[in-house]
């Protein structure tokens, strides 16, 4: 996996009207995480450093999404960068490995990289996934996240719906189906695992009853007289206390009588 170490950039102020962002990139949240992240770094200041590489006399954003986007909607003129040149392949994979550390890349983005790791580059998914710092299923996963029809995947990238309930969709064969349960996600605000069950469902995998809330089961006891020990302590427990207690048991045929009186 590619390691960050301080020595290897070259610290820069670069002007952020020279920094590039990926095309397809997006920002998870959008202006409200955007807006959220400003108010933390009027706190507790930036804490992650922004990573470019040179590009045709520019700079192209690795990583630091966020930082970036605070940057400019706080009307900076500049922003400090760690500079390094970078090959498409690492520059690539340095973004995917940091993007899912810092949770600052969106997952259609993702899913293009790895598309084009595989596509371009001819990288195996193991080799993505080690190089990555990933599972190989995760990368796998991602990749099949390009199956979903395209109104699915804008929404995705646009917040609407998460990562789940998209992958969710792929149990179900139909691209009209798939379409017409991510409108009732949206419209109901499905949860992921209300998502899964209903797609789970909907491909034949699950039955209604299985989806029903289990059943709780009380024990019922027949018998109170298994409670008077505990009784029993309780009063001893008052008298202690010092409170003026008395406690009468009467037993009947088919009934226990437990009387205490406290005087106040």
Not at 175 to 188: A, G, I, N, P, T
């Amino acid at each position: 996996m590619f390691e960050l170490a301080s020595e290897r950039f070259e610290v820069k102020q670069v002007p952020i009207t020279h920094i590039d962002v990926r095309p397809g990139s997006c920002l998870p949240g959008g202006e409200e995480a955007i807006s959220r992240a400003v108010l933390a770094e009027l706190v507790k200041g930036s804490r992650q450093p922004v990573l470019v590489r040179p590009v045709s006399g520019r700079f192209e954003l690795v990583a630091g999404d966020l930082e970036y986007w605070v940057a400019r909607a706080r009307g900076g003129e500049a922003i400090t960068c760690w500079v390094r040149e970078m090959d498409d392949v690492t520059a690539i994979v340095t973004r995917i490995s940091e993007g899912a550390r810092r949770r600052d890349v969106n997952p259609v983005e993702e899913a293009m990289m790895v598309f084009e790791l595989v596509s371009e580059h001819g990288m195996s998914h193991q080799e993505i996934a080690i190089r990555c710092g990933r599972k190989q299923c995760t990368v796998s996963n991602k990749l099949r996240l390009l199956r979903l029809p395209g109104k699915v995947l804008d929404s995705l990238r646009s917040g609407d719906i998460g990562e789940r309930q998209a992958r969710a969709l792929l149990r179900v064969p139909e691209e009209s189906k798939q379409l017409e349960l991510f409108r009732r996600c949206v419209r109901m605000k499905l949860t992921a695992e209300e998502m899964e069950d209903l797609c789970r469902l909907s491909s034949g995998k699950a039955t209604v009853k299985a989806l029903l809330p289990a059943k709780k089961y009380r024990i019922i006891y027949k018998d109170p007289r298994i409670f008077q020990n505990t009784l029993r302590k309780i009063v001893a427990e008052m008298k202690k206390a010092g409170l003026d207690v008395v406690c009468r048991e009467e037993m009947y045929e088919k009934s226990w009588e437990f009387k205490v009186l406290v005087r106040i």
